[in-house]
C-alpha cells in the first residue's frame, strides 16, 4: 500500500513538485519513509528568466533572475524590455535618450531557440531618441537563438564605456572588449574585424555602423548585415554608449520540452506552406511581391505621399527582382518561409548586404518616384553598410524632395545636388552624407524629416508625414483607415506591423489565406475601403493586442500573423504547451499583449505626451488625388470620434491617454502608477 503526499514548491527560477512516497506493509505499520523524491516542472508554468546586466561604465557584468511568476506577466521581447526599463530609469525625469542614463535592452522569449519557423526574433527596448516615446525595434535572424542558447532571456545595457568597446558573450564568460580599431567601420568590415579578434567566425552579432556612431536619430542595429533593428533609432543609443557591437558565440538549439509533441507543428510544414498562396508567394518573392498588389490596387504611395503610383512602377515588383536581379533567397533561424532576398547586381549591390524589402522598395522607390532598381539596391546596401533604417531614411529623403520641388530646398542647401522626384542618383551622394552627418544637408536630414521641416520651415512641415516624429511605412490610411488609428496611437510612432490591416475584413469567408480562426468571426464584414467607423475601431484594438503579444513572445509574423498564417492562433496555444510546457489560452495572451500596450502608453504619459501626440500629419487628411481610388478620404471629425471610440475600449482617459484606474487594476500595473 503506497500512499502518495504531493507538495508544490517555487524557487525563483524553477518552479518543481516533490512527490513524497510513503510505503506500508500489513498490517498498516511504517516501515519505510521517504523512498523517492521526484523533481519535475509544474504545469501551466514558465521558468525564470535569466538576465544579464552590464554597466559599460564601471566595467562590470550581474546575473539575476526574474521570478517566474513576474515572467508569466511579461514574458519576454517587448513587455519584458518595457518592464526592465521601468526598473532601470524613473519615466517622467526627462532623461535624455542619447545619455548613459538610458538603458538598451535586449530581449527574446521564452519560446526563441525552438527549431519551428518564426521564433528566431529579438526585441531592442529603450526610450527612442526619434520620438522621445519608449522606443520598441525588432529583429530576425540568428542572433536571437543564440541569445537563448548562451542562456540569457535579456541583456540590459547601462551607462557609457570610455572608449569605444563591443560585448562577447559565450555563456557565464561575458568580456568587454577593446573596439578602438572597429569604430568607424561599416558593419560588414567590423563583423570580420571581430571575428578575427576573437579568432573564429561561429559567432552571431547586432553591429552599428558610422550612423549609429554618430548619432543620426534613425540609425539601427544590424545583424548579418541584412537584418535590422530599424525603427526608432535603437542604433543611435547604441551609439551613445560606445557599444560597437553585441557578440554570442553559436550554440546549439534549444530542445522543446515535448519533442514528440511538437512535431504535430514542425512534421506538416511542407503541407502548411503548400496550402496557403501568400506563403508561397512570399518564400517565392518575398515581402517584394506586396509591391504589385500594392500598385495594382491603386495605393502606392508615390511622390512623398501626393500620388498612388508611378510610371514603370513594374521595375520595382517583387516578380521582377526574382526574374532579374535575385541570386538566392535567405531564412531565419529554423525557418522553412525562406522570405529573405539576395540581390547581386555588379557595381550596386553586394549580396553579402542582403535585398530590398517591400518597405524599402517603397520608400526609395515611388516614394520618391524613382522606378530604377539598380538606384534603390544601392540604396538598401548603402544603408545596411552604414546602419540606416531604410523607412525613415527613404522616407525624409522623399520629403526633402518635395521640398526641392515646391522651391522650400534650393540647391545651394542641398550642396548641388538635384533633389528631383525620380533621380535615384542621388542615394549615392546623399545616403552617407547623412550617415557622417556631414555639415550641411547631411546634418539636416540625420534629424528625420519632422525635426528637419521645424528647423527650415517655409510650409515644410505640411509636407512630412509622420507620427510622434516617426516616418510612415508604405501603406496608405485612406485605403486602411484601421491604420489611421493604429498609427496615431501606437505607442512608438508609425508602425504597420502594430495590428493587422483592413483587407482581412474584406476577404470572402472561404479564403484560407486570410481566415484567422474564432477571431475574425467577432467582426462584421467591410466591402469598401475608406471605412472608418466603431467595426473598423475594434478591428484595430483587437488585434493590435494580438499584434502586440507577438512581439512579446517574439514571434515572425509572416508565420504567426493572421494575414500570413504559417501558423495560427490555435497553433500557438500547441507551440507554447509542446515548446515550454505552457498551458496557456488565446484570452491570457490576448491581456499579455494588452498589458504591454499599456506599459508603453504609462511611459509615455509620464514622459508628457497625451492626446494631443495621437494625431495625423495634415497629409492624412487629403484625398486620393489620382488613379482608383481618387477622392477617398478620411474625414478629420471621423477620425476624432473613432479616437474617443479606441480610448473607452483601451480603458484610458479621452484626454490625458493615460489608463483608467480599472484598466490599470485589471492588468496588475498598479506598480508603475505608484513609481
Same mark, same amino acid.
Given at each position: 500500500?503506497?500512499?502518495?503526499?504531493?507538495?508544490?514548491?517555487?524557487?525563483?527560477?524553477?518552479?518543481?513538485?516533490?512527490?513524497?512516497?510513503?510505503?506500508?506493509?500489513?498490517?498498516?505499520?511504517?516501515?519505510?519513509?521517504?523512498?523517492?523524491?521526484?523533481?519535475?516542472?509544474?504545469?501551466?508554468?514558465?521558468?525564470?528568466?535569466?538576465?544579464?546586466?552590464?554597466?559599460?561604465?564601471?566595467?562590470?557584468?550581474?546575473?539575476?533572475?526574474?521570478?517566474?511568476?513576474?515572467?508569466?506577466?511579461?514574458?519576454?521581447?517587448?513587455?519584458?524590455?518595457?518592464?526592465?526599463?521601468?526598473?532601470?530609469?524613473?519615466?517622467?525625469?526627462?532623461?535624455?535618450?542619447?545619455?548613459?542614463?538610458?538603458?538598451?535592452?535586449?530581449?527574446?522569449?521564452?519560446?526563441?531557440?525552438?527549431?519551428?519557423?518564426?521564433?528566431?526574433?529579438?526585441?531592442?527596448?529603450?526610450?527612442?531618441?526619434?520620438?522621445?516615446?519608449?522606443?520598441?525595434?525588432?529583429?530576425?535572424?540568428?542572433?536571437?537563438?543564440?541569445?537563448?542558447?548562451?542562456?540569457?532571456?535579456?541583456?540590459?545595457?547601462?551607462?557609457?564605456?570610455?572608449?569605444?568597446?563591443?560585448?562577447?558573450?559565450?555563456?557565464?564568460?561575458?568580456?568587454?572588449?577593446?573596439?578602438?580599431?572597429?569604430?568607424?567601420?561599416?558593419?560588414?568590415?567590423?563583423?570580420?574585424?571581430?571575428?578575427?579578434?576573437?579568432?573564429?567566425?561561429?559567432?552571431?552579432?547586432?553591429?552599428?555602423?558610422?550612423?549609429?556612431?554618430?548619432?543620426?536619430?534613425?540609425?539601427?542595429?544590424?545583424?548579418?548585415?541584412?537584418?535590422?533593428?530599424?525603427?526608432?533609432?535603437?542604433?543611435?543609443?547604441?551609439?551613445?554608449?560606445?557599444?560597437?557591437?553585441?557578440?554570442?558565440?553559436?550554440?546549439?538549439?534549444?530542445?522543446?520540452?515535448?519533442?514528440?509533441?511538437?512535431?504535430?507543428?514542425?512534421?506538416?510544414?511542407?503541407?502548411?506552406?503548400?496550402?496557403?498562396?501568400?506563403?508561397?508567394?512570399?518564400?517565392?518573392?518575398?515581402?517584394?511581391?506586396?509591391?504589385?498588389?500594392?500598385?495594382?490596387?491603386?495605393?502606392?504611395?508615390?511622390?512623398?505621399?501626393?500620388?498612388?503610383?508611378?510610371?514603370?512602377?513594374?521595375?520595382?515588383?517583387?516578380?521582377?527582382?526574382?526574374?532579374?536581379?535575385?541570386?538566392?533567397?535567405?531564412?531565419?533561424?529554423?525557418?522553412?518561409?525562406?522570405?529573405?532576398?539576395?540581390?547581386?547586381?555588379?557595381?550596386?549591390?553586394?549580396?553579402?548586404?542582403?535585398?530590398?524589402?517591400?518597405?524599402?522598395?517603397?520608400?526609395?522607390?515611388?516614394?520618391?518616384?524613382?522606378?530604377?532598381?539598380?538606384?534603390?539596391?544601392?540604396?538598401?546596401?548603402?544603408?545596411?553598410?552604414?546602419?540606416?533604417?531604410?523607412?525613415?531614411?527613404?522616407?525624409?529623403?522623399?520629403?526633402?524632395?518635395?521640398?526641392?520641388?515646391?522651391?522650400?530646398?534650393?540647391?545651394?542647401?542641398?550642396?548641388?545636388?538635384?533633389?528631383?522626384?525620380?533621380?535615384?542618383?542621388?542615394?549615392?551622394?546623399?545616403?552617407?552624407?547623412?550617415?557622417?552627418?556631414?555639415?550641411?544637408?547631411?546634418?539636416?536630414?540625420?534629424?528625420?524629416?519632422?525635426?528637419?521641416?521645424?528647423?527650415?520651415?517655409? +510650409?515644410? %512641415? !505640411? *509636407?512630412? #508625414?509622420? &507620427? =510622434?516624429?516617426?516616418?510612415?511605412?508604405?501603406?496608405? @490610411?485612406?485605403?486602411?483607415?484601421?491604420?489611421?488609428?493604429?498609427?496615431?496611437?501606437?505607442?512608438?510612432?508609425?508602425?504597420?506591423?502594430?495590428?493587422?490591416?483592413?483587407?482581412?475584413?474584406?476577404?470572402?469567408?472561404?479564403?484560407?489565406?486570410?481566415?484567422?480562426?474564432?477571431?475574425?468571426?467577432?467582426?462584421?464584414?467591410?466591402?469598401?475601403?475608406?471605412?472608418?467607423?466603431?467595426?473598423?475601431?475594434?478591428?484595430?484594438?483587437?488585434?493590435?493586442?494580438?499584434?502586440?503579444?507577438?512581439?512579446?513572445?517574439?514571434?515572425?509574423?509572416?508565420?504567426?500573423?493572421?494575414?500570413?498564417?504559417?501558423? +495560427?492562433? %490555435? !497553433? *500557438?496555444? #500547441?507551440? &507554447? =504547451?509542446?515548446?515550454?510546457?505552457?498551458?496557456?489560452? @488565446?484570452?491570457?495572451?490576448?491581456?499579455?499583449?494588452?498589458?504591454?500596450?499599456?506599459?508603453?502608453?504609462?511611459?509615455?504619459?509620464?514622459?508628457?505626451?497625451?492626446?494631443?501626440?495621437?494625431?495625423?500629419?495634415?497629409?492624412?487628411?487629403?484625398?486620393?488625388?489620382?488613379?482608383?481610388?481618387?477622392?477617398?478620404?478620411?474625414?478629420?471629425?471621423?477620425?476624432?470620434?473613432?479616437?474617443?471610440?479606441?480610448?473607452?475600449?483601451?480603458?484610458?482617459?479621452?484626454?490625458?491617454?493615460?489608463?483608467?484606474?480599472?484598466?490599470?487594476?485589471?492588468?496588475?500595473?498598479?506598480?508603475?502608477?505608484?513609481?
Amino acid at each position: 500500500m503506497n500512499l502518495r503526499l504531493i507538495l508544490r514548491f517555487q524557487e525563483v527560477d524553477k518552479p518543481y513538485d516533490i512527490q513524497i512516497i510513503i510505503r506500508y506493509s500489513s498490517p498498516p505499520e511504517l516501515t519505510r519513509g521517504i523512498v523517492c523524491a521526484r523533481l519535475k516542472v509544474g504545469d501551466n508554468m514558465i521558468k525564470g528568466a535569466r538576465i544579464l546586466y552590464v554597466d559599460l561604465t564601471n566595467k562590470t557584468h550581474r546575473v539575476e533572475i526574474l521570478p517566474a511568476e513576474t515572467y508569466r506577466k511579461y514574458p519576454g521581447g517587448s513587455a519584458l524590455g518595457m518592464y526592465l526599463l521601468f526598473q532601470q530609469m524613473k519615466a517622467g525625469t526627462g532623461i535624455d535618450p542619447l545619455s548613459p542614463e538610458n538603458p538598451l535592452i535586449f530581449s527574446v522569449s521564452p519560446l526563441t531557440g525552438i527549431p519551428i519557423s518564426g521564433q528566431s526574433r529579438m526585441n531592442v527596448t529603450t526610450k527612442s531618441p526619434l520620438t522621445g516615446t519608449a522606443g520598441d525595434s525588432q529583429v530576425g535572424g540568428f542572433i536571437p537563438a543564440h541569445i537563448k542558447g548562451n542562456g540569457y532571456d535579456s541583456i540590459v545595457i547601462t551607462g557609457k564605456a570610455e572608449k569605444p568597446v563591443y560585448l562577447y558573450i559565450e555563456k557565464d564568460k561575458v568580456e568587454i572588449r577593446d573596439a578602438s580599431q572597429i569604430w568607424g567601420k561599416i558593419t560588414g568590415d567590423a563583423e570580420k574585424l571581430i571575428e578575427k579578434d576573437l579568432g573564429t567566425d561561429k559567432l552571431e552579432s547586432s553591429i552599428i555602423g558610422p550612423a549609429g556612431e554618430n548619432l543620426v536619430l534613425y540609425a539601427n542595429i544590424m545583424h548579418r548585415r541584412s537584418r535590422a533593428n530599424g525603427r526608432n533609432g535603437c542604433g543611435a543609443v547604441m551609439g551613445s554608449k560606445n557599444l560597437k557591437a553585441l557578440v554570442v558565440k553559436r550554440q546549439p538549439p534549444v530542445k522543446p520540452a515535448d519533442p514528440q509533441g511538437m512535431k504535430t507543428l514542425t512534421a506538416n510544414v511542407k503541407e502548411r506552406m503548400a496550402a496557403n498562396e501568400t506563403i508561397v508567394d512570399t518564400s517565392l518573392n518575398g515581402s517584394a511581391g506586396c509591391v504589385e498588389g500594392m500598385d495594382a490596387e491603386g495605393f502606392l504611395p508615390s511622390f512623398n505621399w501626393t500620388r498612388t503610383g508611378m510610371d514603370n512602377a513594374e521595375n520595382t515588383y517583387g516578380e521582377t527582382i526574382t526574374k532579374t536581379v535575385l541570386k538566392e533567397r535567405d531564412t531565419c533561424f529554423g525557418c522553412a518561409i525562406r522570405c529573405k532576398g539576395v540581390v547581386d547586381i555588379p557595381g550596386k549591390a553586394d549580396p553579402e548586404y542582403g535585398g530590398p524589402e517591400y518597405e524599402t522598395l517603397a520608400t526609395f522607390g515611388s516614394y520618391c518616384g524613382n522606378s530604377d532598381l539598380a538606384d534603390i539596391c544601392e540604396a538598401n546596401q548603402l544603408c545596411n553598410m552604414y546602419g540606416m533604417d531604410t523607412i525613415s531614411c527613404g522616407a525624409t529623403i522623399a520629403w526633402a524632395m518635395d521640398c526641392y520641388e515646391q522651391g522650400i530646398l534650393t540647391k545651394e542647401d542641398t550642396e548641388g545636388i538635384e533633389l528631383k522626384f525620380g533621380n535615384g542618383k542621388v542615394f549615392a551622394h546623399l545616403i552617407p552624407k547623412i550617415a557622417k552627418r556631414e555639415k550641411g544637408i547631411g546634418e539636416l536630414l540625420a534629424l528625420g524629416s519632422e525635426r528637419a521641416a521645424k528647423i527650415i520651415g517655409k +510650409g515644410a %512641415e !505640411d *509636407l512630412v #508625414v509622420t &507620427c =510622434k516624429g516617426q516616418e510612415w511605412p508604405a501603406h496608405m @490610411i485612406q485605403m486602411k483607415p484601421n491604420l489611421a488609428i493604429n498609427y496615431a496611437v501606437n505607442n512608438f510612432g508609425a508602425d504597420h506591423q502594430s495590428s493587422e490591416h483592413d483587407p482581412a475584413l474584406m476577404a470572402p469567408e472561404d479564403d484560407q489565406n486570410w481566415i484567422w480562426p474564432n477571431m475574425l468571426a467577432s467582426f462584421e464584414k467591410c466591402d469598401t475601403y475608406g471605412v472608418l467607423d466603431d467595426n473598423k475601431v475594434k478591428f484595430a484594438f483587437e488585434t493590435q493586442k494580438f499584434y502586440s503579444m507577438m512581439d512579446t513572445l517574439s514571434l515572425c509574423q509572416f508565420a504567426w500573423g493572421p494575414a500570413w498564417q504559417l501558423y +495560427g492562433p %490555435e !497553433d *500557438l496555444l #500547441v507551440f &507554447c =504547451k509542446y515548446g515550454i510546457g505552457w498551458d496557456t489560452t @488565446i484570452e491570457e495572451l490576448q491581456e499579455i499583449g494588452e498589458r504591454r500596450i499599456n506599459m508603453m502608453r504609462m511611459f509615455n504619459v509620464k514622459e508628457g505626451f497625451s492626446r494631443k501626440d495621437d494625431k495625423l500629419p495634415f497629409k492624412a487628411f487629403l484625398p486620393i488625388p489620382d488613379g482608383l481610388n481618387k477622392g477617398v478620404r478620411i474625414e478629420k471629425k471621423d477620425f476624432e470620434k473613432a479616437l474617443d471610440t479606441y480610448y473607452d475600449m483601451a480603458g484610458w482617459d479621452r484626454e490625458t491617454t493615460y489608463p483608467k484606474p480599472e484598466t490599470v487594476k485589471k492588468l496588475e500595473l498598479e506598480w508603475i502608477s505608484e513609481l
